[in-house]
Nanobody, 129 residues
Framework: QVQLVESGGGSVRPGGSLRLSCVVS????????MGWFRQAPGQEREGVAAIYTGGDKTYYAASVRGRFTVSQDNAKNTVYLQMNSLKPEDTAMYYC??????????????????????WGQGTQVTVSS
């Protein structure tokens, strides 16, 4: 079965950086939309960023554009989320998700949870002084 495993979360001061990793197994990595989502206590889960592994197209939420970068390492079947200039409002559980066998993440739906087939267990990110 498809399996996604996130890592790299932790605690950091405002302005600091973290890099999250998501390793995918059980499915070809070449034509998937890989998304990053986050959910803070009492809040709805929201899309943060996404990357299409077949064409290296990327998508970002306005709140993180310019601070976060999503990338991939095809040889390692791994997707990364580099998070810089972190703010307290970035504190959340971060999830990796896979939209399998697609030709794009699609501009209008990359952040729609119901379009993704598989999810990781989540990794906690806490930003505080």
């Amino acid at each position: 079965q498809v399996q996604l495993v996130e890592s790299g979360g932790g605690s950091v001061r405002p302005g600091g950086s973290l890099r999250l990793s998501c390793v995918v197994s059980g499915y070809t990595f070449s034509r998937n939309c890989m998304g990053w989502f986050r959910q803070a206590p009492g809040q709805e889960r929201e899309g943060v960023a996404a990357i299409y592994t077949g064409g290296d197209k990327t998508y970002y939420a306005a709140s993180v554009r310019g601070r976060f970068t999503v990338s991939q390492d095809n040889a390692k079947n791994t997707v990364y989320l580099q998070m810089n200039s972190l703010k307290p409002e970035d504190t959340a559980m971060y999830y990796c998700a896979a939209r399998l066998g697609t030709y794009d993440c699609y501009r209008g739906t990359w952040g729609a949870m119901d379009r993704y087939n598989s999810w990781g267990q989540g990794t906690q990110v806490t930003v505080s002084s």
